[in-house]
């Protein structure tokens, strides 16, 4: 069955203070890795997709990676605006269905 | 312009009674879904929708019933209410189904 484990559950962190977010997955062959954004009280945000091993996407502040095993959602300068919950899901072999982690909660301190 | 829409946004219930939420998306996108949130915020996938066809069906009591009357609605009908039910159900839209999925705000449901 497939697997998705986030770290950390919650990070808290100045405003400017970068960081990284992980999503490490187990599944039988990879067909898309996503990245979402959720705030309170509101449907998750599609930020990102994923692929293949070794591609980046990037918007504004966020740069997210991926390897065969894990993928980064790295947060550079963040701003209040950025706390939020981030959510990463896969979606693997013939399988349509996303399966998602439990997120990691972060909180950008003004 | 609400791309993916639900109603009711709250819905409080006894235990025992039915009840219906309603999902529109005006994406023109083919693939619907259902989704779970329990209170810990783990996001679980209920149904998909492909044209009007179910095409995901995970272990859901069959209290729930899930009806597509066209590409663009996807309801959901949930019998004899439980304690358990309590969550946020999301409805959710993709183009086909490996493409990025766009979630309607949700529908928080209590069940007293």
């Known amino acids: 069955e497939d697997q998705v484990t986030q770290s950390p559950e919650a990070l808290r962190l100045q405003e400017g203070e970068s960081s990284s977010l992980n999503c490490s997955y187990t599944?039988?062959?990879?067909?898309?890795l996503f990245w979402y954004r959720q705030d309170p009280g509101k449907g998750p945000e599609f930020l990102f997709t994923?692929?293949?091993a070794g591609e980046e996407k990037e918007k504004e502040r966020l740069k997210a990676t991926l390897t065969k095993k894990e993928s980064f959602l790295h947060i550079t300068a963040p701003k209040p605006e950025d706390s939020a919950t981030y959510l990463c899901?896969?979606?693997?072999?013939?399988?349509?269905?996303?399966?998602f982690g439990t997120g990691t909660r972060l909180t950008i301190i003004p | 312009d609400t791309a993916v829409s639900q109603t009711p946004k709250y819905l409080v219930t006894q235990m025992g009674n039915d009840k219906s939420i309603k999902c529109e998306q005006n994406?023109?996108?083919?693939?619907m879904y259902w989704y779970k949130q329990d209170s810990k915020k783990f996001l679980k996938i209920m149904f998909s929708?492909?044209?009007?066809?179910?095409?995901i069906n995970e272990t859901v009591p069959n209290r729930f019933s899930p009806k597509s009357p066209d590409k663009a609605h996807l309801n959901l009908h949930i019998n004899s209410l439980e304690l358990g039910d309590s969550a946020v159900y999301f409805c959710?839209?993709?183009?086909?189904?490996?493409?990025?999925?766009?979630f309607g705000d949700g529908t928080r449901l209590s069940i007293l």
């Open positions: 959710a839209s993709s183009q086909q189904v490996n493409q990025p999925q766009h």
């Open positions: 599944v039988s062959g990879l067909r898309g």
């Open positions: 929708y492909n044209n009007k066809e179910l095409i």
């Open positions: 994923l692929y293949s």
């Open positions: 899901a896969v979606q693997a072999g013939g399988n349509e269905k996303l399966t």
């Open positions: 994406l023109g996108h083919d693939t």
